[in-house]
């Protein structure tokens, strides 16, 4: 199973950026899906979800300027990030299929990795 995330980069404080994700078909209308991010020394943590039915959450330090998105197939997922910061720098993984979205370790698909770096 493959997903495929593009979009990273490097930005300035303040910033925005906007990761994407293409999923295959088998997950698109089965699955919920998100965005997960492991900064260095710093364990993986869940950013965004959403599930089958359209219904997103947000971690608390990316509420209000970050949103996750699908498209109507459901096979391309989004992840608008404004206002960036330092402390957003990491690696952001796509992740897909979880009994519990808020979990990144329930995941049982994940993306290659896209680097985010955030500067002063």
């Known amino acids: 199973v493959q997903l495929v995330e593009s979009g990273g980069g490097s930005v300035q404080a303040g910033g925005s950026l906007k990761l994407s994700c293409a999923a295959p078909e088998f997950i698109a209308g089965n699955c919920g899906m998100g965005w997960a991010r492991q900064a260095p020394g710093k364990e993986r943590e869940m950013v965004a979800s959403?599930?089958?039915?359209?219904?997103?959450t947000y971690s608390d330090p990316v509420k209000g300027r970050f949103t996750i998105s699908r498209d109507n197939t459901g096979k391309w997922l989004y992840l608008q990030m404004n206002a960036l910061k330092t402390e957003d720098t990491a690696v952001y993984y796509c992740?897909?299929?979880?009994?519990?979205?808020?979990?990144?370790?329930?995941?049982?698909?994940w993306g290659q990795g896209t680097q985010v770096t955030v500067s002063s």
């Open positions: 959403i599930s089958r039915m359209g219904t997103s």
């Open positions: 992740v897909a299929c979880s009994a519990r979205l808020l979990l990144a370790s329930e995941y049982r698909y």
